[in-house]
């Protein structure tokens, strides 16, 4: 990593594929290592960043560009391409930053036995733990593969079919084992385009008194407050909750 590539201050680096690097206010520490973005662990995207031979995330809006070890990666895992973060958001971008995908790792890390988020394997998908909890029981079904297949439109039509079967059977079970009043289900993939759903549990009162008055969609909950470290469950609760989804599951699949 010691060419860089073209600077940006946001949006997509020159030419097609390259990381978004969202604005953000650098206080002068520093540099740390920021590698694309990445919508998996919420519904905006996030820095993920290097730091002292550890990967972890860094939320927009955040002026100190706080690091928070990201507990799915290992310290000194490997980084196949980086964006220096700079003043002002500014970002030198490493060309071998243009086809990453972390969900595509993330899967990998359940193949290998290594994602403590994993749930359940269906036939179209992956059933995982969202890292961050304010929303509890948010859970995200990841599509198996990637390559081509980046909209729904892309997949043959009984693939689609089941896939959709399946984000529903895995939506009511996470409303069954979270108690959720109602379920918000999301496929973007602006931060990443391999298809995957965003299945949040809700209920009253869970963006306190934001949006219209406490009543909205989840991205009108500050992202600071979203993604604060003390949302993350500690090892015991995450148990529990894989737990109580597989359970559910069982009775629907």
Same mark, same amino acid.
Request: charged residues 25%; aromatic residues 8%; negative net charge.
């Given at each position: 990593?010691?060419?860089?590539? +073209?600077?940006?201050?946001?949006? @997509? &680096? !020159?030419?097609?594929? %390259? /990381?978004?690097?969202?604005?953000?206010? *650098?206080?002068?520490?520093?540099?740390?290592?920021?590698?694309?973005?990445?919508?998996?662990?919420?519904?905006?995207?996030?820095?993920?960043?290097?730091?002292?031979?550890?990967?972890?995330?860094?939320?927009?809006?955040?002026?100190?560009?706080?690091?928070?070890?990201?507990?799915?990666? +290992?310290?000194?895992?490997?980084? @196949? &391409? !980086?964006?220096?973060? %700079? /003043?002002?958001?500014?970002?030198?971008? *490493?060309?071998?930053?243009?086809?990453?995908?972390?969900?595509?790792?993330?899967?990998?890390?359940?193949?290998?036995?290594?994602?403590?988020?994993?749930?359940?394997?269906?036939?179209?998908?992956?059933?995982?733990?969202?890292?961050?909890?304010?929303?509890?029981?948010?859970?995200?079904?990841?599509?198996?593969?990637?390559?081509?297949?980046?909209?729904?439109?892309?997949?043959?039509?009984?693939?689609?079919?089941?896939?959709?079967?399946?984000?529903?059977?895995?939506?009511?079970?996470?409303?069954?084992?979270?108690?959720?009043?109602?379920?918000?289900?999301?496929?973007?993939?602006?931060?990443?385009?391999?298809?995957?759903?965003?299945?949040?549990?809700?209920?009253?009162?869970?963006?306190?008194?934001?949006?219209?008055?406490?009543?909205?969609?989840?991205?009108?909950?500050?992202?600071?407050?979203?993604?604060?470290?003390?949302?993350?469950?500690?090892?015991?609760?995450?148990?529990?909750?894989?737990?109580?989804?597989?359970?559910?599951?069982?009775?629907?699949?």
């Amino acid at each position: 990593m010691t060419a860089k590539g +073209p600077e940006v201050n946001s949006g @997509r &680096a !020159a030419g097609d594929g %390259g /990381p978004y690097i969202n604005p953000c206010e *650098y206080s002068g520490m520093a540099p740390k290592i920021a590698v694309g973005a990445d919508d998996l662990i919420g519904p905006s995207p996030v820095y993920r960043i290097v730091q002292d031979n550890a990967v972890g995330v860094a939320v927009p809006g955040d002026p100190s560009l706080n690091f928070h070890p990201d507990p799915q990666l +290992p310290r000194n895992a490997p980084v @196949r &391409a !980086a964006a220096q973060v %700079g /003043p002002k958001g500014t970002a030198n971008i *490493y060309p071998e930053v243009r086809n990453m995908c972390f969900i595509c790792d993330r899967i990998e890390q359940i193949k290998n036995g290594a994602n403590p988020y994993f749930v359940r394997e269906l036939e179209t998908g992956y059933v995982v733990i969202g890292d961050n909890q304010h929303f509890r029981g948010y859970t995200l079904f990841l599509y198996k593969h990637h390559e081509g297949k980046t909209e729904l439109f892309h997949l043959e039509p009984r693939e689609r079919a089941k896939f959709m079967e399946e984000m529903v059977l895995v939506s009511e079970a996470v409303s069954r084992a979270f108690g959720a009043e109602k379920m918000n289900c999301e496929l973007l993939g602006n931060g990443d385009a391999h298809l995957h759903w965003h299945l949040f549990p809700r209920r009253s009162g869970d963006i306190e008194s934001c949006g219209n008055n406490g009543r909205g969609p989840v991205w009108w909950y500050p992202m600071e407050k979203m993604y604060a470290d003390d949302n993350r469950p500690t090892p015991e609760e995450l148990e529990d909750m894989k737990q109580r989804l597989r359970a559910e599951l069982d009775k629907l699949i």
